[in-house]
């Protein structure tokens, strides 16, 4: 018995530890650790909420930051251009790709071997890319991207007054 919760303790403590390394790449700390916890955790893991709902937010603030960001530095362009980069720019293989240059992937909560070696797989082939001349058209795992959307999402939810989230949410206090 004193060793699993030996172990309880040790997983808790790397779990923090893993927070606080992600908060530092990210440079914000967040108000609720539990949001960051959430966007990092996939639903394989079945002992707490995973990252779905946080990702639905985190699409939304990424595809306006984009579009802000577009729209302000390409002002003379047409809206059918605009919409052309801003889907360029805001789709599964860049976030994918933002996802393992920032590592945000080691620190994904995951309890589905398969998919981890399709992760694993996807970022060696992105390393072997780096040191070639060719510019691979990968098929990155939806999951990558996710975690990246999750990550702006549980950002952003945190930047919000606790009085203006939803009652029903157990994150406002």
Do not use: W
Not at 90 to 116: G, I, M, S, W
Request: aromatic share 8%.
């Amino acid at each position: 018995m004193d060793q699993v919760v030996q172990s309880l303790q040790s997983l808790s403590v790397d779990t923090e530890d893993s927070l606080s390394e992600l908060e530092d790449i990210l440079k914000y700390k967040f108000k609720s650790k539990s949001l960051l916890k959430e966007a990092i955790t996939h639903s394989s893991n079945n002992n707490t909420e995973s990252y779905e709902k946080l990702e639905f937010v985190g699409d939304s603030v990424l595809g306006y930051l984009v579009t802000k960001h577009l729209y302000c530095a390409y002002p003379k362009l047409y809206q059918g251009t605009l919409t052309l980069l801003r889907s360029r720019n805001v789709d599964t293989e860049k976030f994918a790709r933002v996802c393992v240059k920032h590592k945000f992937h080691q620190y994904l909560l995951l309890n589905a071997p398969a998919l981890q070696q399709i992760i694993e797989d996807f970022v060696k082939d992105i390393e072997d890319e780096s040191k070639s001349f060719r510019c691979g058209d990968f098929k990155p795992p939806k999951v990558l991207a996710d975690i990246v959307e999750s990550i702006a999402g549980a950002v952003f939810v945190d930047c919000i007054p606790a009085t203006v989230r939803t009652t029903g949410d157990s994150r406002n206090t």
